[in-house]
């Protein structure tokens, strides 16, 4: 069975840091897409940033873009995202997600979620 399971969320004052961990399992991570996607209080999930397959390119929501940075470690299957200048506005559920094909069917996968909170 596919499972994601995503940890490191906690409480962080403006401009701190957290890094967040996905260790997958029943796939090898490093050759699908990874994403880590998040939603806030009263929001809709919001993609936050992603990395593929293969290659690694990786890309990021605007906003996120110089202060997160996302990766993974193939040899330990698990997804990372490190986020740094962390502000109130990036509190939200965190969730690592990825799309596995079988056979003519794409599956959407989606870890339970860590949950950042950023306040002083």
């Known amino acids: 069975d596919v499972q994601l399971q995503a940890s490191g969320g906690g409480l962080v004052p403006p401009g701190g840091s957290l890094r967040l961990s996905c260790a997958a399992s029943?796939?090898?991570?490093?050759?699908?897409?990874m994403s880590w996607a998040r939603q806030a209080p009263r929001k809709g999930p919001e993609w936050v940033s992603a990395i593929s397959g293969g290659v690694h390119g990786t890309v990021y929501l605007d906003s996120v873009k110089g202060r997160f940075t996302i990766s993974r470690d193939n040899a330990k299957n698990t997804l990372y995202l490190q986020m740094n200048s962390l502000n109130p506005e990036d509190t939200a559920m965190y969730y690592c997600?990825?799309?596995?094909?079988?056979?003519?069917?794409?599956?959407?996968?989606w870890g339970q979620g860590t949950l950042v909170t950023v306040s002083s």
């Open positions: 029943g796939f090898t991570l490093g050759n699908a897409d």
């Open positions: 997600t990825t799309k596995l094909r079988s056979g003519s069917t794409l599956y959407d996968y």
